[in-house]
């Protein structure tokens, strides 16, 4: 069964810092993998989606990697703003039989920009 | 520019008491799922579907059902509210399965008592 594991769970950073968001999952096989930002009392808002032939992608201030060998994945932000702040969430599509046809969902990492 | 819609956004249930979640998308999306959320959980997948008429359970499905009469809609069911089902529902679709993007709509909060 994919287990997926964010750390840290939360994380404080002061404005303008760059940071890096990490996400491990147990099982190699996947189709993609998904970076989410949820804001207290919304919804989830697609960040970045990378395939599982892909080694990163970018949109903005924003760069997320995958190893899929490894089963690592991380979400770079640069020049970390205030209106960051939010929990990012991390998510991947497994090939295996079900699996393919859900994410399987981290906890989060709750993050906190410091003006 | 809708994209996935849930209503109510809030509702309060009274144990026994049934209702619906409303989910719609506009993408012509083939793929919807509904999904739960409970505090310091990772979501959990209840029901999905991949296509009109065509549903299947998920992780957590009891207590629950879903219909999937047109492409657009995807109501989830609760027959008998319990205070487990106290959670944040969220609808999502994804033009197909594997390799594309999934959508969410904003949750609806459930509180039972």
């Known amino acids: 069964k994919q287990e997926v594991t964010q750390i840290p769970a939360a994380l404080s950073v002061p404005e303008g810092e760059n940071l890096v968001l990490n996400c491990s999952f147990t099982?190699?096989?996947?189709?993609?993998l998904q970076w989410f930002r949820q804001d207290p009392g919304k919804g989830l808002t697609s960040l970045l989606l990378?395939?599982?032939?892909?080694r990163e992608q970018t949109s903005g201030r924003l760069n997320a990697s995958l190893d899929k060998s490894s089963g690592r994945s991380t979400l770079y932000i640069a020049a970390s703003q205030p209106g960051d702040s939010a929990t990012y969430l991390c998510a991947v599509r497994s090939t295996e039989g079900a699996g393919s046809y859900q994410l399987t969902f981290g906890k989060g990492t709750k993050l906190s920009v410091i003006p | 520019n809708a994209g996935v819609t849930q209503t109510p956004k809030f509702r309060i249930l009274k144990i026994g008491q049934s209702m619906t979640l409303q989910c719609t998308q506009d993408m012509n999306h083939n793929y919807m799922y509904w999904y739960r959320q409970d505090p310091g959980m990772g979501l959990k997948l209840i029901y999905y579907?991949?296509?009109?008429?065509?549903?299947d359970k998920g992780e957590v499905p009891n207590g629950y059902n879903v219909s999937r009469s047109t492409t657009e809609d995807f109501p989830l069911r609760l027959e008998l509210a319990a205070p487990s089902q106290t959670s944040v529902y969220f609808c999502a679709s994804s033009l197909q399965g594997a390799g594309t993007e999934a959508f969410f709509g904003q949750g609806t909060r459930l509180t039972v008592v």
């Open positions: 099982d190699s096989a996947i189709y993609n």
């Open positions: 579907s991949v296509g009109a008429g065509i549903t």
């Open positions: 990378i395939q599982s032939s892909q």
